[in-house]
C-alpha cells in the first residue's frame, strides 16, 4: 500500500513535480502558488535545479531553455503572471520543446489575492497548447508525472491549471514512486526548430494544427475525463476542474437522476460530450469563471447536429463571477432542470463581527513612510501605487492607482505627459521594481518625466510569503550570490538624484522627500528597513513602546497612524499600546506631546 500525508495541495503538486523527476523548475511568487517552489526550495535533498525568477516572462524562458536542451522543466506562477509570459507563450506553441515542460498556473477566482480573476484556460485555447485543469489535490498531485509525459510525446509545453481551492485545500495524498533520470542533457543545435524567424515560424505553425487531432484523441482516453450515464436519464450535467467536485455533491444531495460528465482536460473530450448529449434533452455546463466548455459544447452539438438543450451562464443559471460551491451548484441543477427542491441556505449569523481590512503589520515601515508622504506632497499630490503589502496604503491616502506589476512608474509617466500640475509621487516595492520596474524607470528617465519614485526596500518579497530577491544577495536555495544595489541600479539608468534613507528614521525621510519633491526631473528615494516580520524571524528585538497616560491628551493622532498596536480607550479617553507593538518607535515621532514612550524594566 502506498504511503499517504495530510498535504496542502501546492505541497501535493510539488510532490508530483518530484515524482514526475524534473530537473529545473523556476517561478515567480504570486498567490495562490507561491508555495510550490517554496516546498522545492526548501527540500534538504534533491537533484534539480530551483530558482525564483526576477519575473514570469524571465521565468517562462528559462524552463523553456532547460526544455531545449532536453531537461524536464516546470514553471510556476499566478493567472496574471500569465500576462507577463504571453510573449514566450505564444511563440513557445509553435517552437515546441524537446523535455517534458509545464506551465502551472494558479488562478484565484473570487479575487482573494488578486487584481482581476481571469481565467488561464482561455490561453490554452488561444496558444493551442493543451491545458490539465485538476479537481482536487490528489488529482493535481497525481496529473503532473501525466503533463510530463503528454509533452514529451507531442513535443509541445502543458498548461497545468490550479486554482484557490485546490492549491490551498488540504487532504490525504497518496504517494507515488519517484521517477528514475535517465535522459541526457543535451541542446541540439537546430535553427529550423529553434529560431522562430518568419520562414520557420510558417512551418511550425501547420505542425501546431496537424498535432491538435492526436492530443485531442491523447486526453480522451486518459483518466482525467469521467463519463457516468445514468439509464434512462434525460437530464446531464457537465462540469470541469474544481466544479466537477461540487456539481457531483449537489447531484447527490438533490437526489437527481442524471448523467455526469466531469471534465479535467482542453481540448475537452469531445466523443464523451457527444455521449451525453446525445442520450439527454437538457444538460447544464457548471464551470468557474469563462463560459469555455459551455460555448465548446455548444460548437459540438451544432457541428454533430445534436438537439440537446445546453443551459449555463449563457442563461444566467451559472455565475461568471467568483468561486462556486455545493450550494450554488444546487440552485442551478434545480432552476435548470425545474426541480422543486427545498434548499438549506446556510443560516446568516446573529453574532456582529468587527470589520476586519488587510491591515500592514504592527511596525512595517512603509507606514512611517506614507506619513511623510502625506505630509510632504499633501494630500492633494497624486500617488500611483503597485502590487505588495504597499497597495494597502490605500488606507492611509497615498494610493490613487494600482494596475498592475510595475505600473506605479509608467502610470506616474503618463499622468505627468498629459499635463497634470500637481506633484507626483509613486511607490513601487523591491522584488516589484526588480520584476517590471526597472523599464518603467528608465522610460521616465529618457522621456524626462518630472516624478518621484519611492522604491520601498523592506529586503524581501513579502506579500506573498517572504521569497527572496536579487536585492537580498541570497537564491531561493538560501545560497549567497550577488546583492543587486538600487542605487548604482538607477544611477545605471539615468537617474541623477538617488538617495537611500532608513524608513524608520522619519524625518530623514521627510527631509528627502522635500528635496526630492523639488527636484526637477526623475528623483528616486530608497527608503529601507528589513519587513518586520522577516527580522522577527531572524531573532531582531526592539523594546516595546507604551503610553504614559497621565501625559496623553487623547488627541487621536497616534490613532490616525493607523498601526494594529495602537488603541484607544474610550473610558479613559487615553490611547493604549497593545502587545502587538514591534518597537519600531514611528509612533514616537508622531505624538505631540511625548506620551509615548520605550517600556522599561
Sequence with gaps: MNKREYMLGNVAIARGIVEGAVDVVSGYPGTPSSEIIGTLSSMKERDFYVEWSVNEKVALEVAAGASMAGARSVVTMKHVGLNVAADPLMTLAYMGVKGGMIIIVADDPACHSSQNEQDSRRYSVFSMIPCLDPATPQQAKDMIPYAFELSEKFEIPVIFRSTTRVSHGKSDIELGEIQEKNREIHFEKNPDRWVMVPKNARVRHPHLLAIQPEIQKELESSPWNELCLKEGAKIGVIASGVASIYAEEALEKLGV?????????????????????????????????????????????????????????????????????????????????????????????????????????????????????????????????????????IQHGTVDTTLCM??????????????????????????????????????????????????????????????????????????????????????????????????????AVEDVLQRAKDYEGVSVVIPKRECVISARRAGTRFKPYTVVEENCIGCRKCLSFGCPAIEFDLESGKAKINATCSGCGLCVEICPVGAIVEVQK
Excluded: W
Design 406 to 507: 510595475g505600473a506605479s512608474i509608467t502610470v506616474a509617466s503618463g499622468i505627468y505627459n498629459a499635463g497634470e500640475k500637481r506633484p507626483i509621487c509613486c511607490t513601487i516595492g523591491d522584488s516589484t521594481f526588480f520584476h517590471t520596474g526597472i523599464n518603467g524607470l528608465l522610460n521616465a528617465v529618457y522621456n524626462k518625466s518630472n516624478i518621484t519614485v519611492l522604491i520601498l526596500d523592506n529586503r524581501i518579497t513579502a506579500m506573498t510569503g517572504h521569497q527572496e530577491n536579487p536585492g537580498m544577495g541570497k537564491t531561493a536555495t538560501g545560497d549567497p550570490t550577488v546583492e543587486i544595489d538600487f542605487e548604482l541600479l538607477c544611477r545605471g539608468l539615468g537617474a541623477e538624484f538617488v538617495e537611500t534613507v532608513d524608513a524608520y528614521d522619519m524625518r
Design 257 to 393: 437522476e442524471a448523467s455526469l460528465l466531469k471534465i479535467g482536460t482542453y481540448p475537452i473530450p469531445e466523443t464523451m460530450v457527444k455521449e451525453i448529449l446525445s442520450s439527454t434533452e437538457k444538460v447544464l455546463v457548471i464551470e468557474e469563471l469563462e463560459p469555455i466548455v459551455e460555448d465548446m459544447c455548444k460548437v459540438i452539438a451544432y457541428d454533430a447536429d445534436i438537439p440537446a438543450k445546453i443551459l449555463g451562464k449563457a442563461d444566467g443559471l451559472v455565475t461568471r463571477l467568483g468561486e462556486l460551491n455545493v450550494h450554488l451548484c444546487e440552485k442551478a441543477i434545480a432552476d435548470a432542470f425545474g426541480i422543486d427542491a427545498d434548499l438549506e441556505c446556510p443560516e446568516p449569523t446573529s453574532l456582529e463581527l468587527p470589520i476586519r481590512p488587510p491591515a500592514m503589520c504592527p511596525g512595517c515601515s512603509h507606514r512611517g513612510v506614507f506619513h511623510a508622504m502625506k505630509k510632504v506632497f499633501g494630500k492633494d499630490a497624486i500617488f500611483p501605487s503597485d502590487i505588495g503589502c504597499y497597495t494597502l496604503g
